[in-house]
């Protein structure tokens, strides 16, 4: 025991990401990350649902993947194949479906199969965080495309696409979250997602649509799913339970055509995703989900009319942001003279967890006094206290607000 | 719609396996996979846990990791300090160890921590299919060591490490599932482990245990893990909860220094396992493991008599076979002429499924008329059923048994 402990770094490869740091547990105000109300969280439901499915088949757990093959829990991928059908307009069979561990693990068997080092994506400019790092891990350039109120602007799209393609570059997909962006909450209406299409064909580039925040919309109401709207089989679609029921589930999806997502199989090698939770999903979401989700709906947007209200109070006319449509966070823009990673930083210490917007876009100039407040896990109580105790980090530092 | 299918074909990297096929489902005799047995799965006890636990404190699942941090479900943490170090000998703490998507999900983090293409390992000649699928594939050269009945022969192990350092190779470890080896279902004794662990301290190699099958002797005795033994911090442990409750969980762990942990996690993208089945499985184990052993072992037990008198009683002498101190799985040795990668796939035409001796080792040769039979999860009945067809299918093809 005496002995020094073995050196393992000489054996590591060149191009590992830098260590995680030990966890140090949450902050009291923590506005990041995609937590969601736990009161909103359908928990006798899911309990009843973990009951009868254990009863009924709980003896097929003792087989990997539940007697349903490698593309996950079949009563899941048809419970999927009637919500896609009903609410984004795909159509799709439970064999064009995928069951993933949470869309995060659809996100890097996408990138796994389609990118290389070197490679050009399109995202939307102020994207999710999780979408750009992965990017730029693989050692592949994204292009950031400018939203605006509407969501990517398809004047900028086309623009890039041809400036791309004067270069001999082929991005090998367009990255959107059209339905409730990260971190803009905007909705792409119908007429520029038919637009964008037509662009993505023209340049025979598929696209990769992100829908995990697509059941949030406030009036429930929602367009058509690029996958939905394409006839040609370009759009890979992926989703989540993870901001409809509970994210510490992890499971999401991907929809895709056979010959992509047999190479996406081939690359996901854990031996399915969690069965229990598979299993406790589908006998819920069949039940109850159309149910479940105007309950979330009304929760969330109420907490967000208490985030907007406590930015007005303390913030007044320095905050600027969007009524958003629908989700779970809000994209602040603070005056120019605010140095978002420096709040990040001063807030943390506080107790005060906040998503800093260089983090989120990839234009970090224009993002550099922008921040992202995700309302959902915290209490009406510690919104308004949290927004306080921040504008009084912002006033310390930034002499803002006045 | 009436437009050709977007073809993917020339956006996927060189380096992709092969896709996957479609799933057609199993085979009426499946001597394949981990599988476990249906009836000792011991339902109602995981059925009153996910109620317990879920009344308990199932709000929790409405936010990432149960606020348990990034490493996985804390009570499931601590009950695996206690069972490891009660178990195996193993004295670690919660934060040396990380929760995963099943032990196949450790595999691949332990692989992209410390591998790179052109590496060197060392691995036990006759090996887990996935463990040598997976150096495969990241282009890195398993050096199969023979085995004898006491597991990985140590005077192999040194010519092997000898041999690599004339040729200036340091390989980046020794991988070694010292307890219930599979498929050989050998246990390394004391003496060798001892043995091995002062040759990898001599060579700088650290040690990779796969401990997945340990809790499954009959006896329920099983020398200190490798882990234990080792004062030096070199050993790198990994198990799972797929052999003892129930393979569709996909829960395993990893025991390592903080150092490399940390490594480990970064790649982890996933934002965590799945945590209602942490949660279950802490409820449960907690209460219950110790008991729940002996029935799974009990049980396990007389499905291998079953199979070993199906095999004395249709293929006599024909079969070579040890009487293993546990698992799920025989290795059984047909005479020289037999092709078992023939074999199989005529067997799977006929509705039963084996493992070809040659997909099981790296001594591609000497398994040429080996097999691996799982007999967890097929009743007796069909075990008898399965091995008679095997038998019938072996004598019209190969003359034998006679």
Known sequence: MAASPFDFTPLLPANLPPPAARWTGRVKFDFTGGNNDPDALP?????????????????SLATYGLNSGPQGYRALRDFLVLKLGRDAGIRCGADDILITSGSLQALDLVNHTLLT????????????????NRLLRLGVTPVGIPLDRDGMRIDALEAA?????????????????????????????????????????????????????????????????????SGRGDVIHIGSFSKTIAPALRVGYIVAPWPLLSRMLALKTDAGSGALEQMVLAEYCNAHFTQHLPVLRRALRAKLVTLMEALRRNFGAAAEFDDPQGGIFLWVKLPDGVDALRLFQLAQAAGVAINPGPEWSVNKARAASRLRLCFANLSHEEISQGVALLAEICHAEFGLPR
Chains 1, 2 share one sequence.
């Open 43 to 59: 928990l006798d439901g899911l309990i009843a649902a973990a009951d009868a499915v254990l009863r009924r088949e709980g003896r």
């Open 117 to 132: 080092r070197g490679d050009t994506v399109i995202i939307e400019e102020d994207c999710y965080q999780g979408s750009i």
């Open 161 to 229: 696409l041809v400036s791309l393609k004067a270069k001999g570059v082929r991005p090998k997909y367009i990255y959107t979250i059209p339905t409730v962006q990260n971190p803009t909450a905007t909705v792409l209406p119908p007429e520029r997602r038919a637009a964008l299409l037509k662009l993505a064909a023209d340049h025979g580039v598929p696209v990769f649509e992100d829908d995990c925040y697509a059941d949030l919309t406030w009036s429930g109401a929602r367009p058509p799913a690029l996958h939905a709207l």
